[in-house]
């Protein structure tokens, strides 16, 4: 029987919860996925380009692709649904936690970061801004982003291949033609608790990743982790991180 996204309970997430079993320490698979994304970004832009705006769409209580995306951006979305991670995001605004510095750390292994932002926390205070919203709304509208990051959304929302799909779709529409992108997904994913609840999950691998993006973007390159470091839970067989461009058509 699928589980769509609306059928879920999103105020049910627990933000510490998460926080505490996937982003107190910095995991091996994190490191990996953060070098993919950092090189990424800055092979795109180089040494001196710049945008004016990005987008995590999806961003629960994770505020490392939003580190990813600091040194390029005037003004970064954090979207989110679940109104305890709005305000697990709104409280890391003025000064985000020490836990974070060793995610930041591995983005600093490109020059290009330390060099572009002298003060991390006060960056991302001038430039985070949380917004409690649907990623399915993001193709209603006419805002769009010049650069953007999907981590562990798409597949992590849904047991319906369909909705799958139209998610990954909104997530590109919502980019400029030839906005550099990220995105990260769970392989083999079978669901996930956190706290108290579960939440559904859609079975992908990276060709299925592969076929979904290549739809929407040109230069997509896909990065299968496998089991960096062990897993963090059951039920998943390693992450895929994609990376391209969104395309022009």
Same mark, same amino acid.
């Given at each position: !029987? @699928? @589980?769509?996204?609306?059928?879920?309970?999103?105020?049910?997430?627990?933000?510490?919860?998460?926080?505490?079993?996937?982003?107190?320490?910095?995991?091996?698979?994190?490191?990996?996925?953060? #070098?993919?994304?950092?090189?990424?970004?800055? &092979?795109?832009?180089?040494?001196?380009?710049s945008v004016a705006s990005g987008i995590d769409a999806g961003a629960g209580p994770n505020i490392y692709p939003a580190l990813s995306m600091l040194p390029w951006c005037d003004k970064? =979305?954090?979207?989110?649904?679940?109104? *305890?991670?709005?305000?697990?995001?709104?409280?890391?605004?003025?000064?985000?936690?020490?836990?974070?510095?060793?995610?930041?750390?591995?983005?600093? /292994?490109?020059?290009?970061? +330390?060099?572009?932002?002298?003060? +991390?926390?006060?960056r991302f205070a001038q430039t985070v801004q949380p917004r409690q919203g649907n990623l399915f709304d993001l193709a209603k509208g006419d805002e769009r982003w010049a650069m953007g990051? $999907?981590?562990?959304?798409?597949?992590? !929302? #849904? #047991?319906?291949?369909?909705?799958?799909?139209?998610?990954?779709?909104?997530? $590109? #529409?919502?980019?400029?033609?030839?906005? +550099?992108?990220?995105?990260?997904? $769970?392989?083999?994913? /079978? &669901?996930? /608790?956190? &706290?108290?609840?579960?939440?559904?999950?859609?079975?992908?691998?990276?060709?299925?990743?592969?076929? =979904?993006?290549?739809?929407? *973007?040109?230069?997509?390159? =896909?990065?299968?982790?496998? @089991?960096? &470091?062990?897993?963090?839970?059951?039920?998943? =067989?390693?992450?895929?991180?994609?990376?391209?461009?969104?395309?022009? /058509?």
């Open positions: !029987m @699928k @589980k769509l996204n609306g059928d879920v309970a999103w105020e049910d997430f627990d933000p510490q919860a998460y926080i505490e079993h996937n982003y107190r320490v910095l995991h091996p698979d994190d490191e990996a996925i953060i #070098t993919v994304v950092r090189d990424h970004f800055s &092979g795109h832009f180089g040494g001196s380009g970064i =979305t954090l979207l989110e649904r679940s109104p *305890a991670n709005v305000q697990y995001l709104n409280s890391q605004i003025e000064s985000y936690g020490p836990q974070w510095d060793q995610f930041w750390d591995v983005l600093c /292994r490109d020059e290009a970061y +330390p060099r572009r932002v002298e003060d +991390p926390r006060a990051t $999907m981590f562990f959304v798409a597949e992590s !929302m #849904t #047991t319906s291949p369909e909705e799958f799909r139209r998610a990954v779709g909104c997530f $590109m #529409t919502a980019l400029e033609p030839g906005a +550099p992108f990220a995105a990260a997904f $769970m392989e083999h994913s /079978r &669901g996930y /608790r956190v &706290g108290e609840s579960d939440f559904p999950a859609l079975d992908i691998d990276e060709q299925v990743v592969r076929a =979904t993006l290549d739809i929407h *973007a040109s230069n997509v390159q =896909t990065h299968r982790l496998g @089991k960096p &470091g062990g897993l963090l839970r059951e039920g998943y =067989t390693g992450m895929i991180v994609a990376t391209g461009h969104r395309s022009d /058509r």
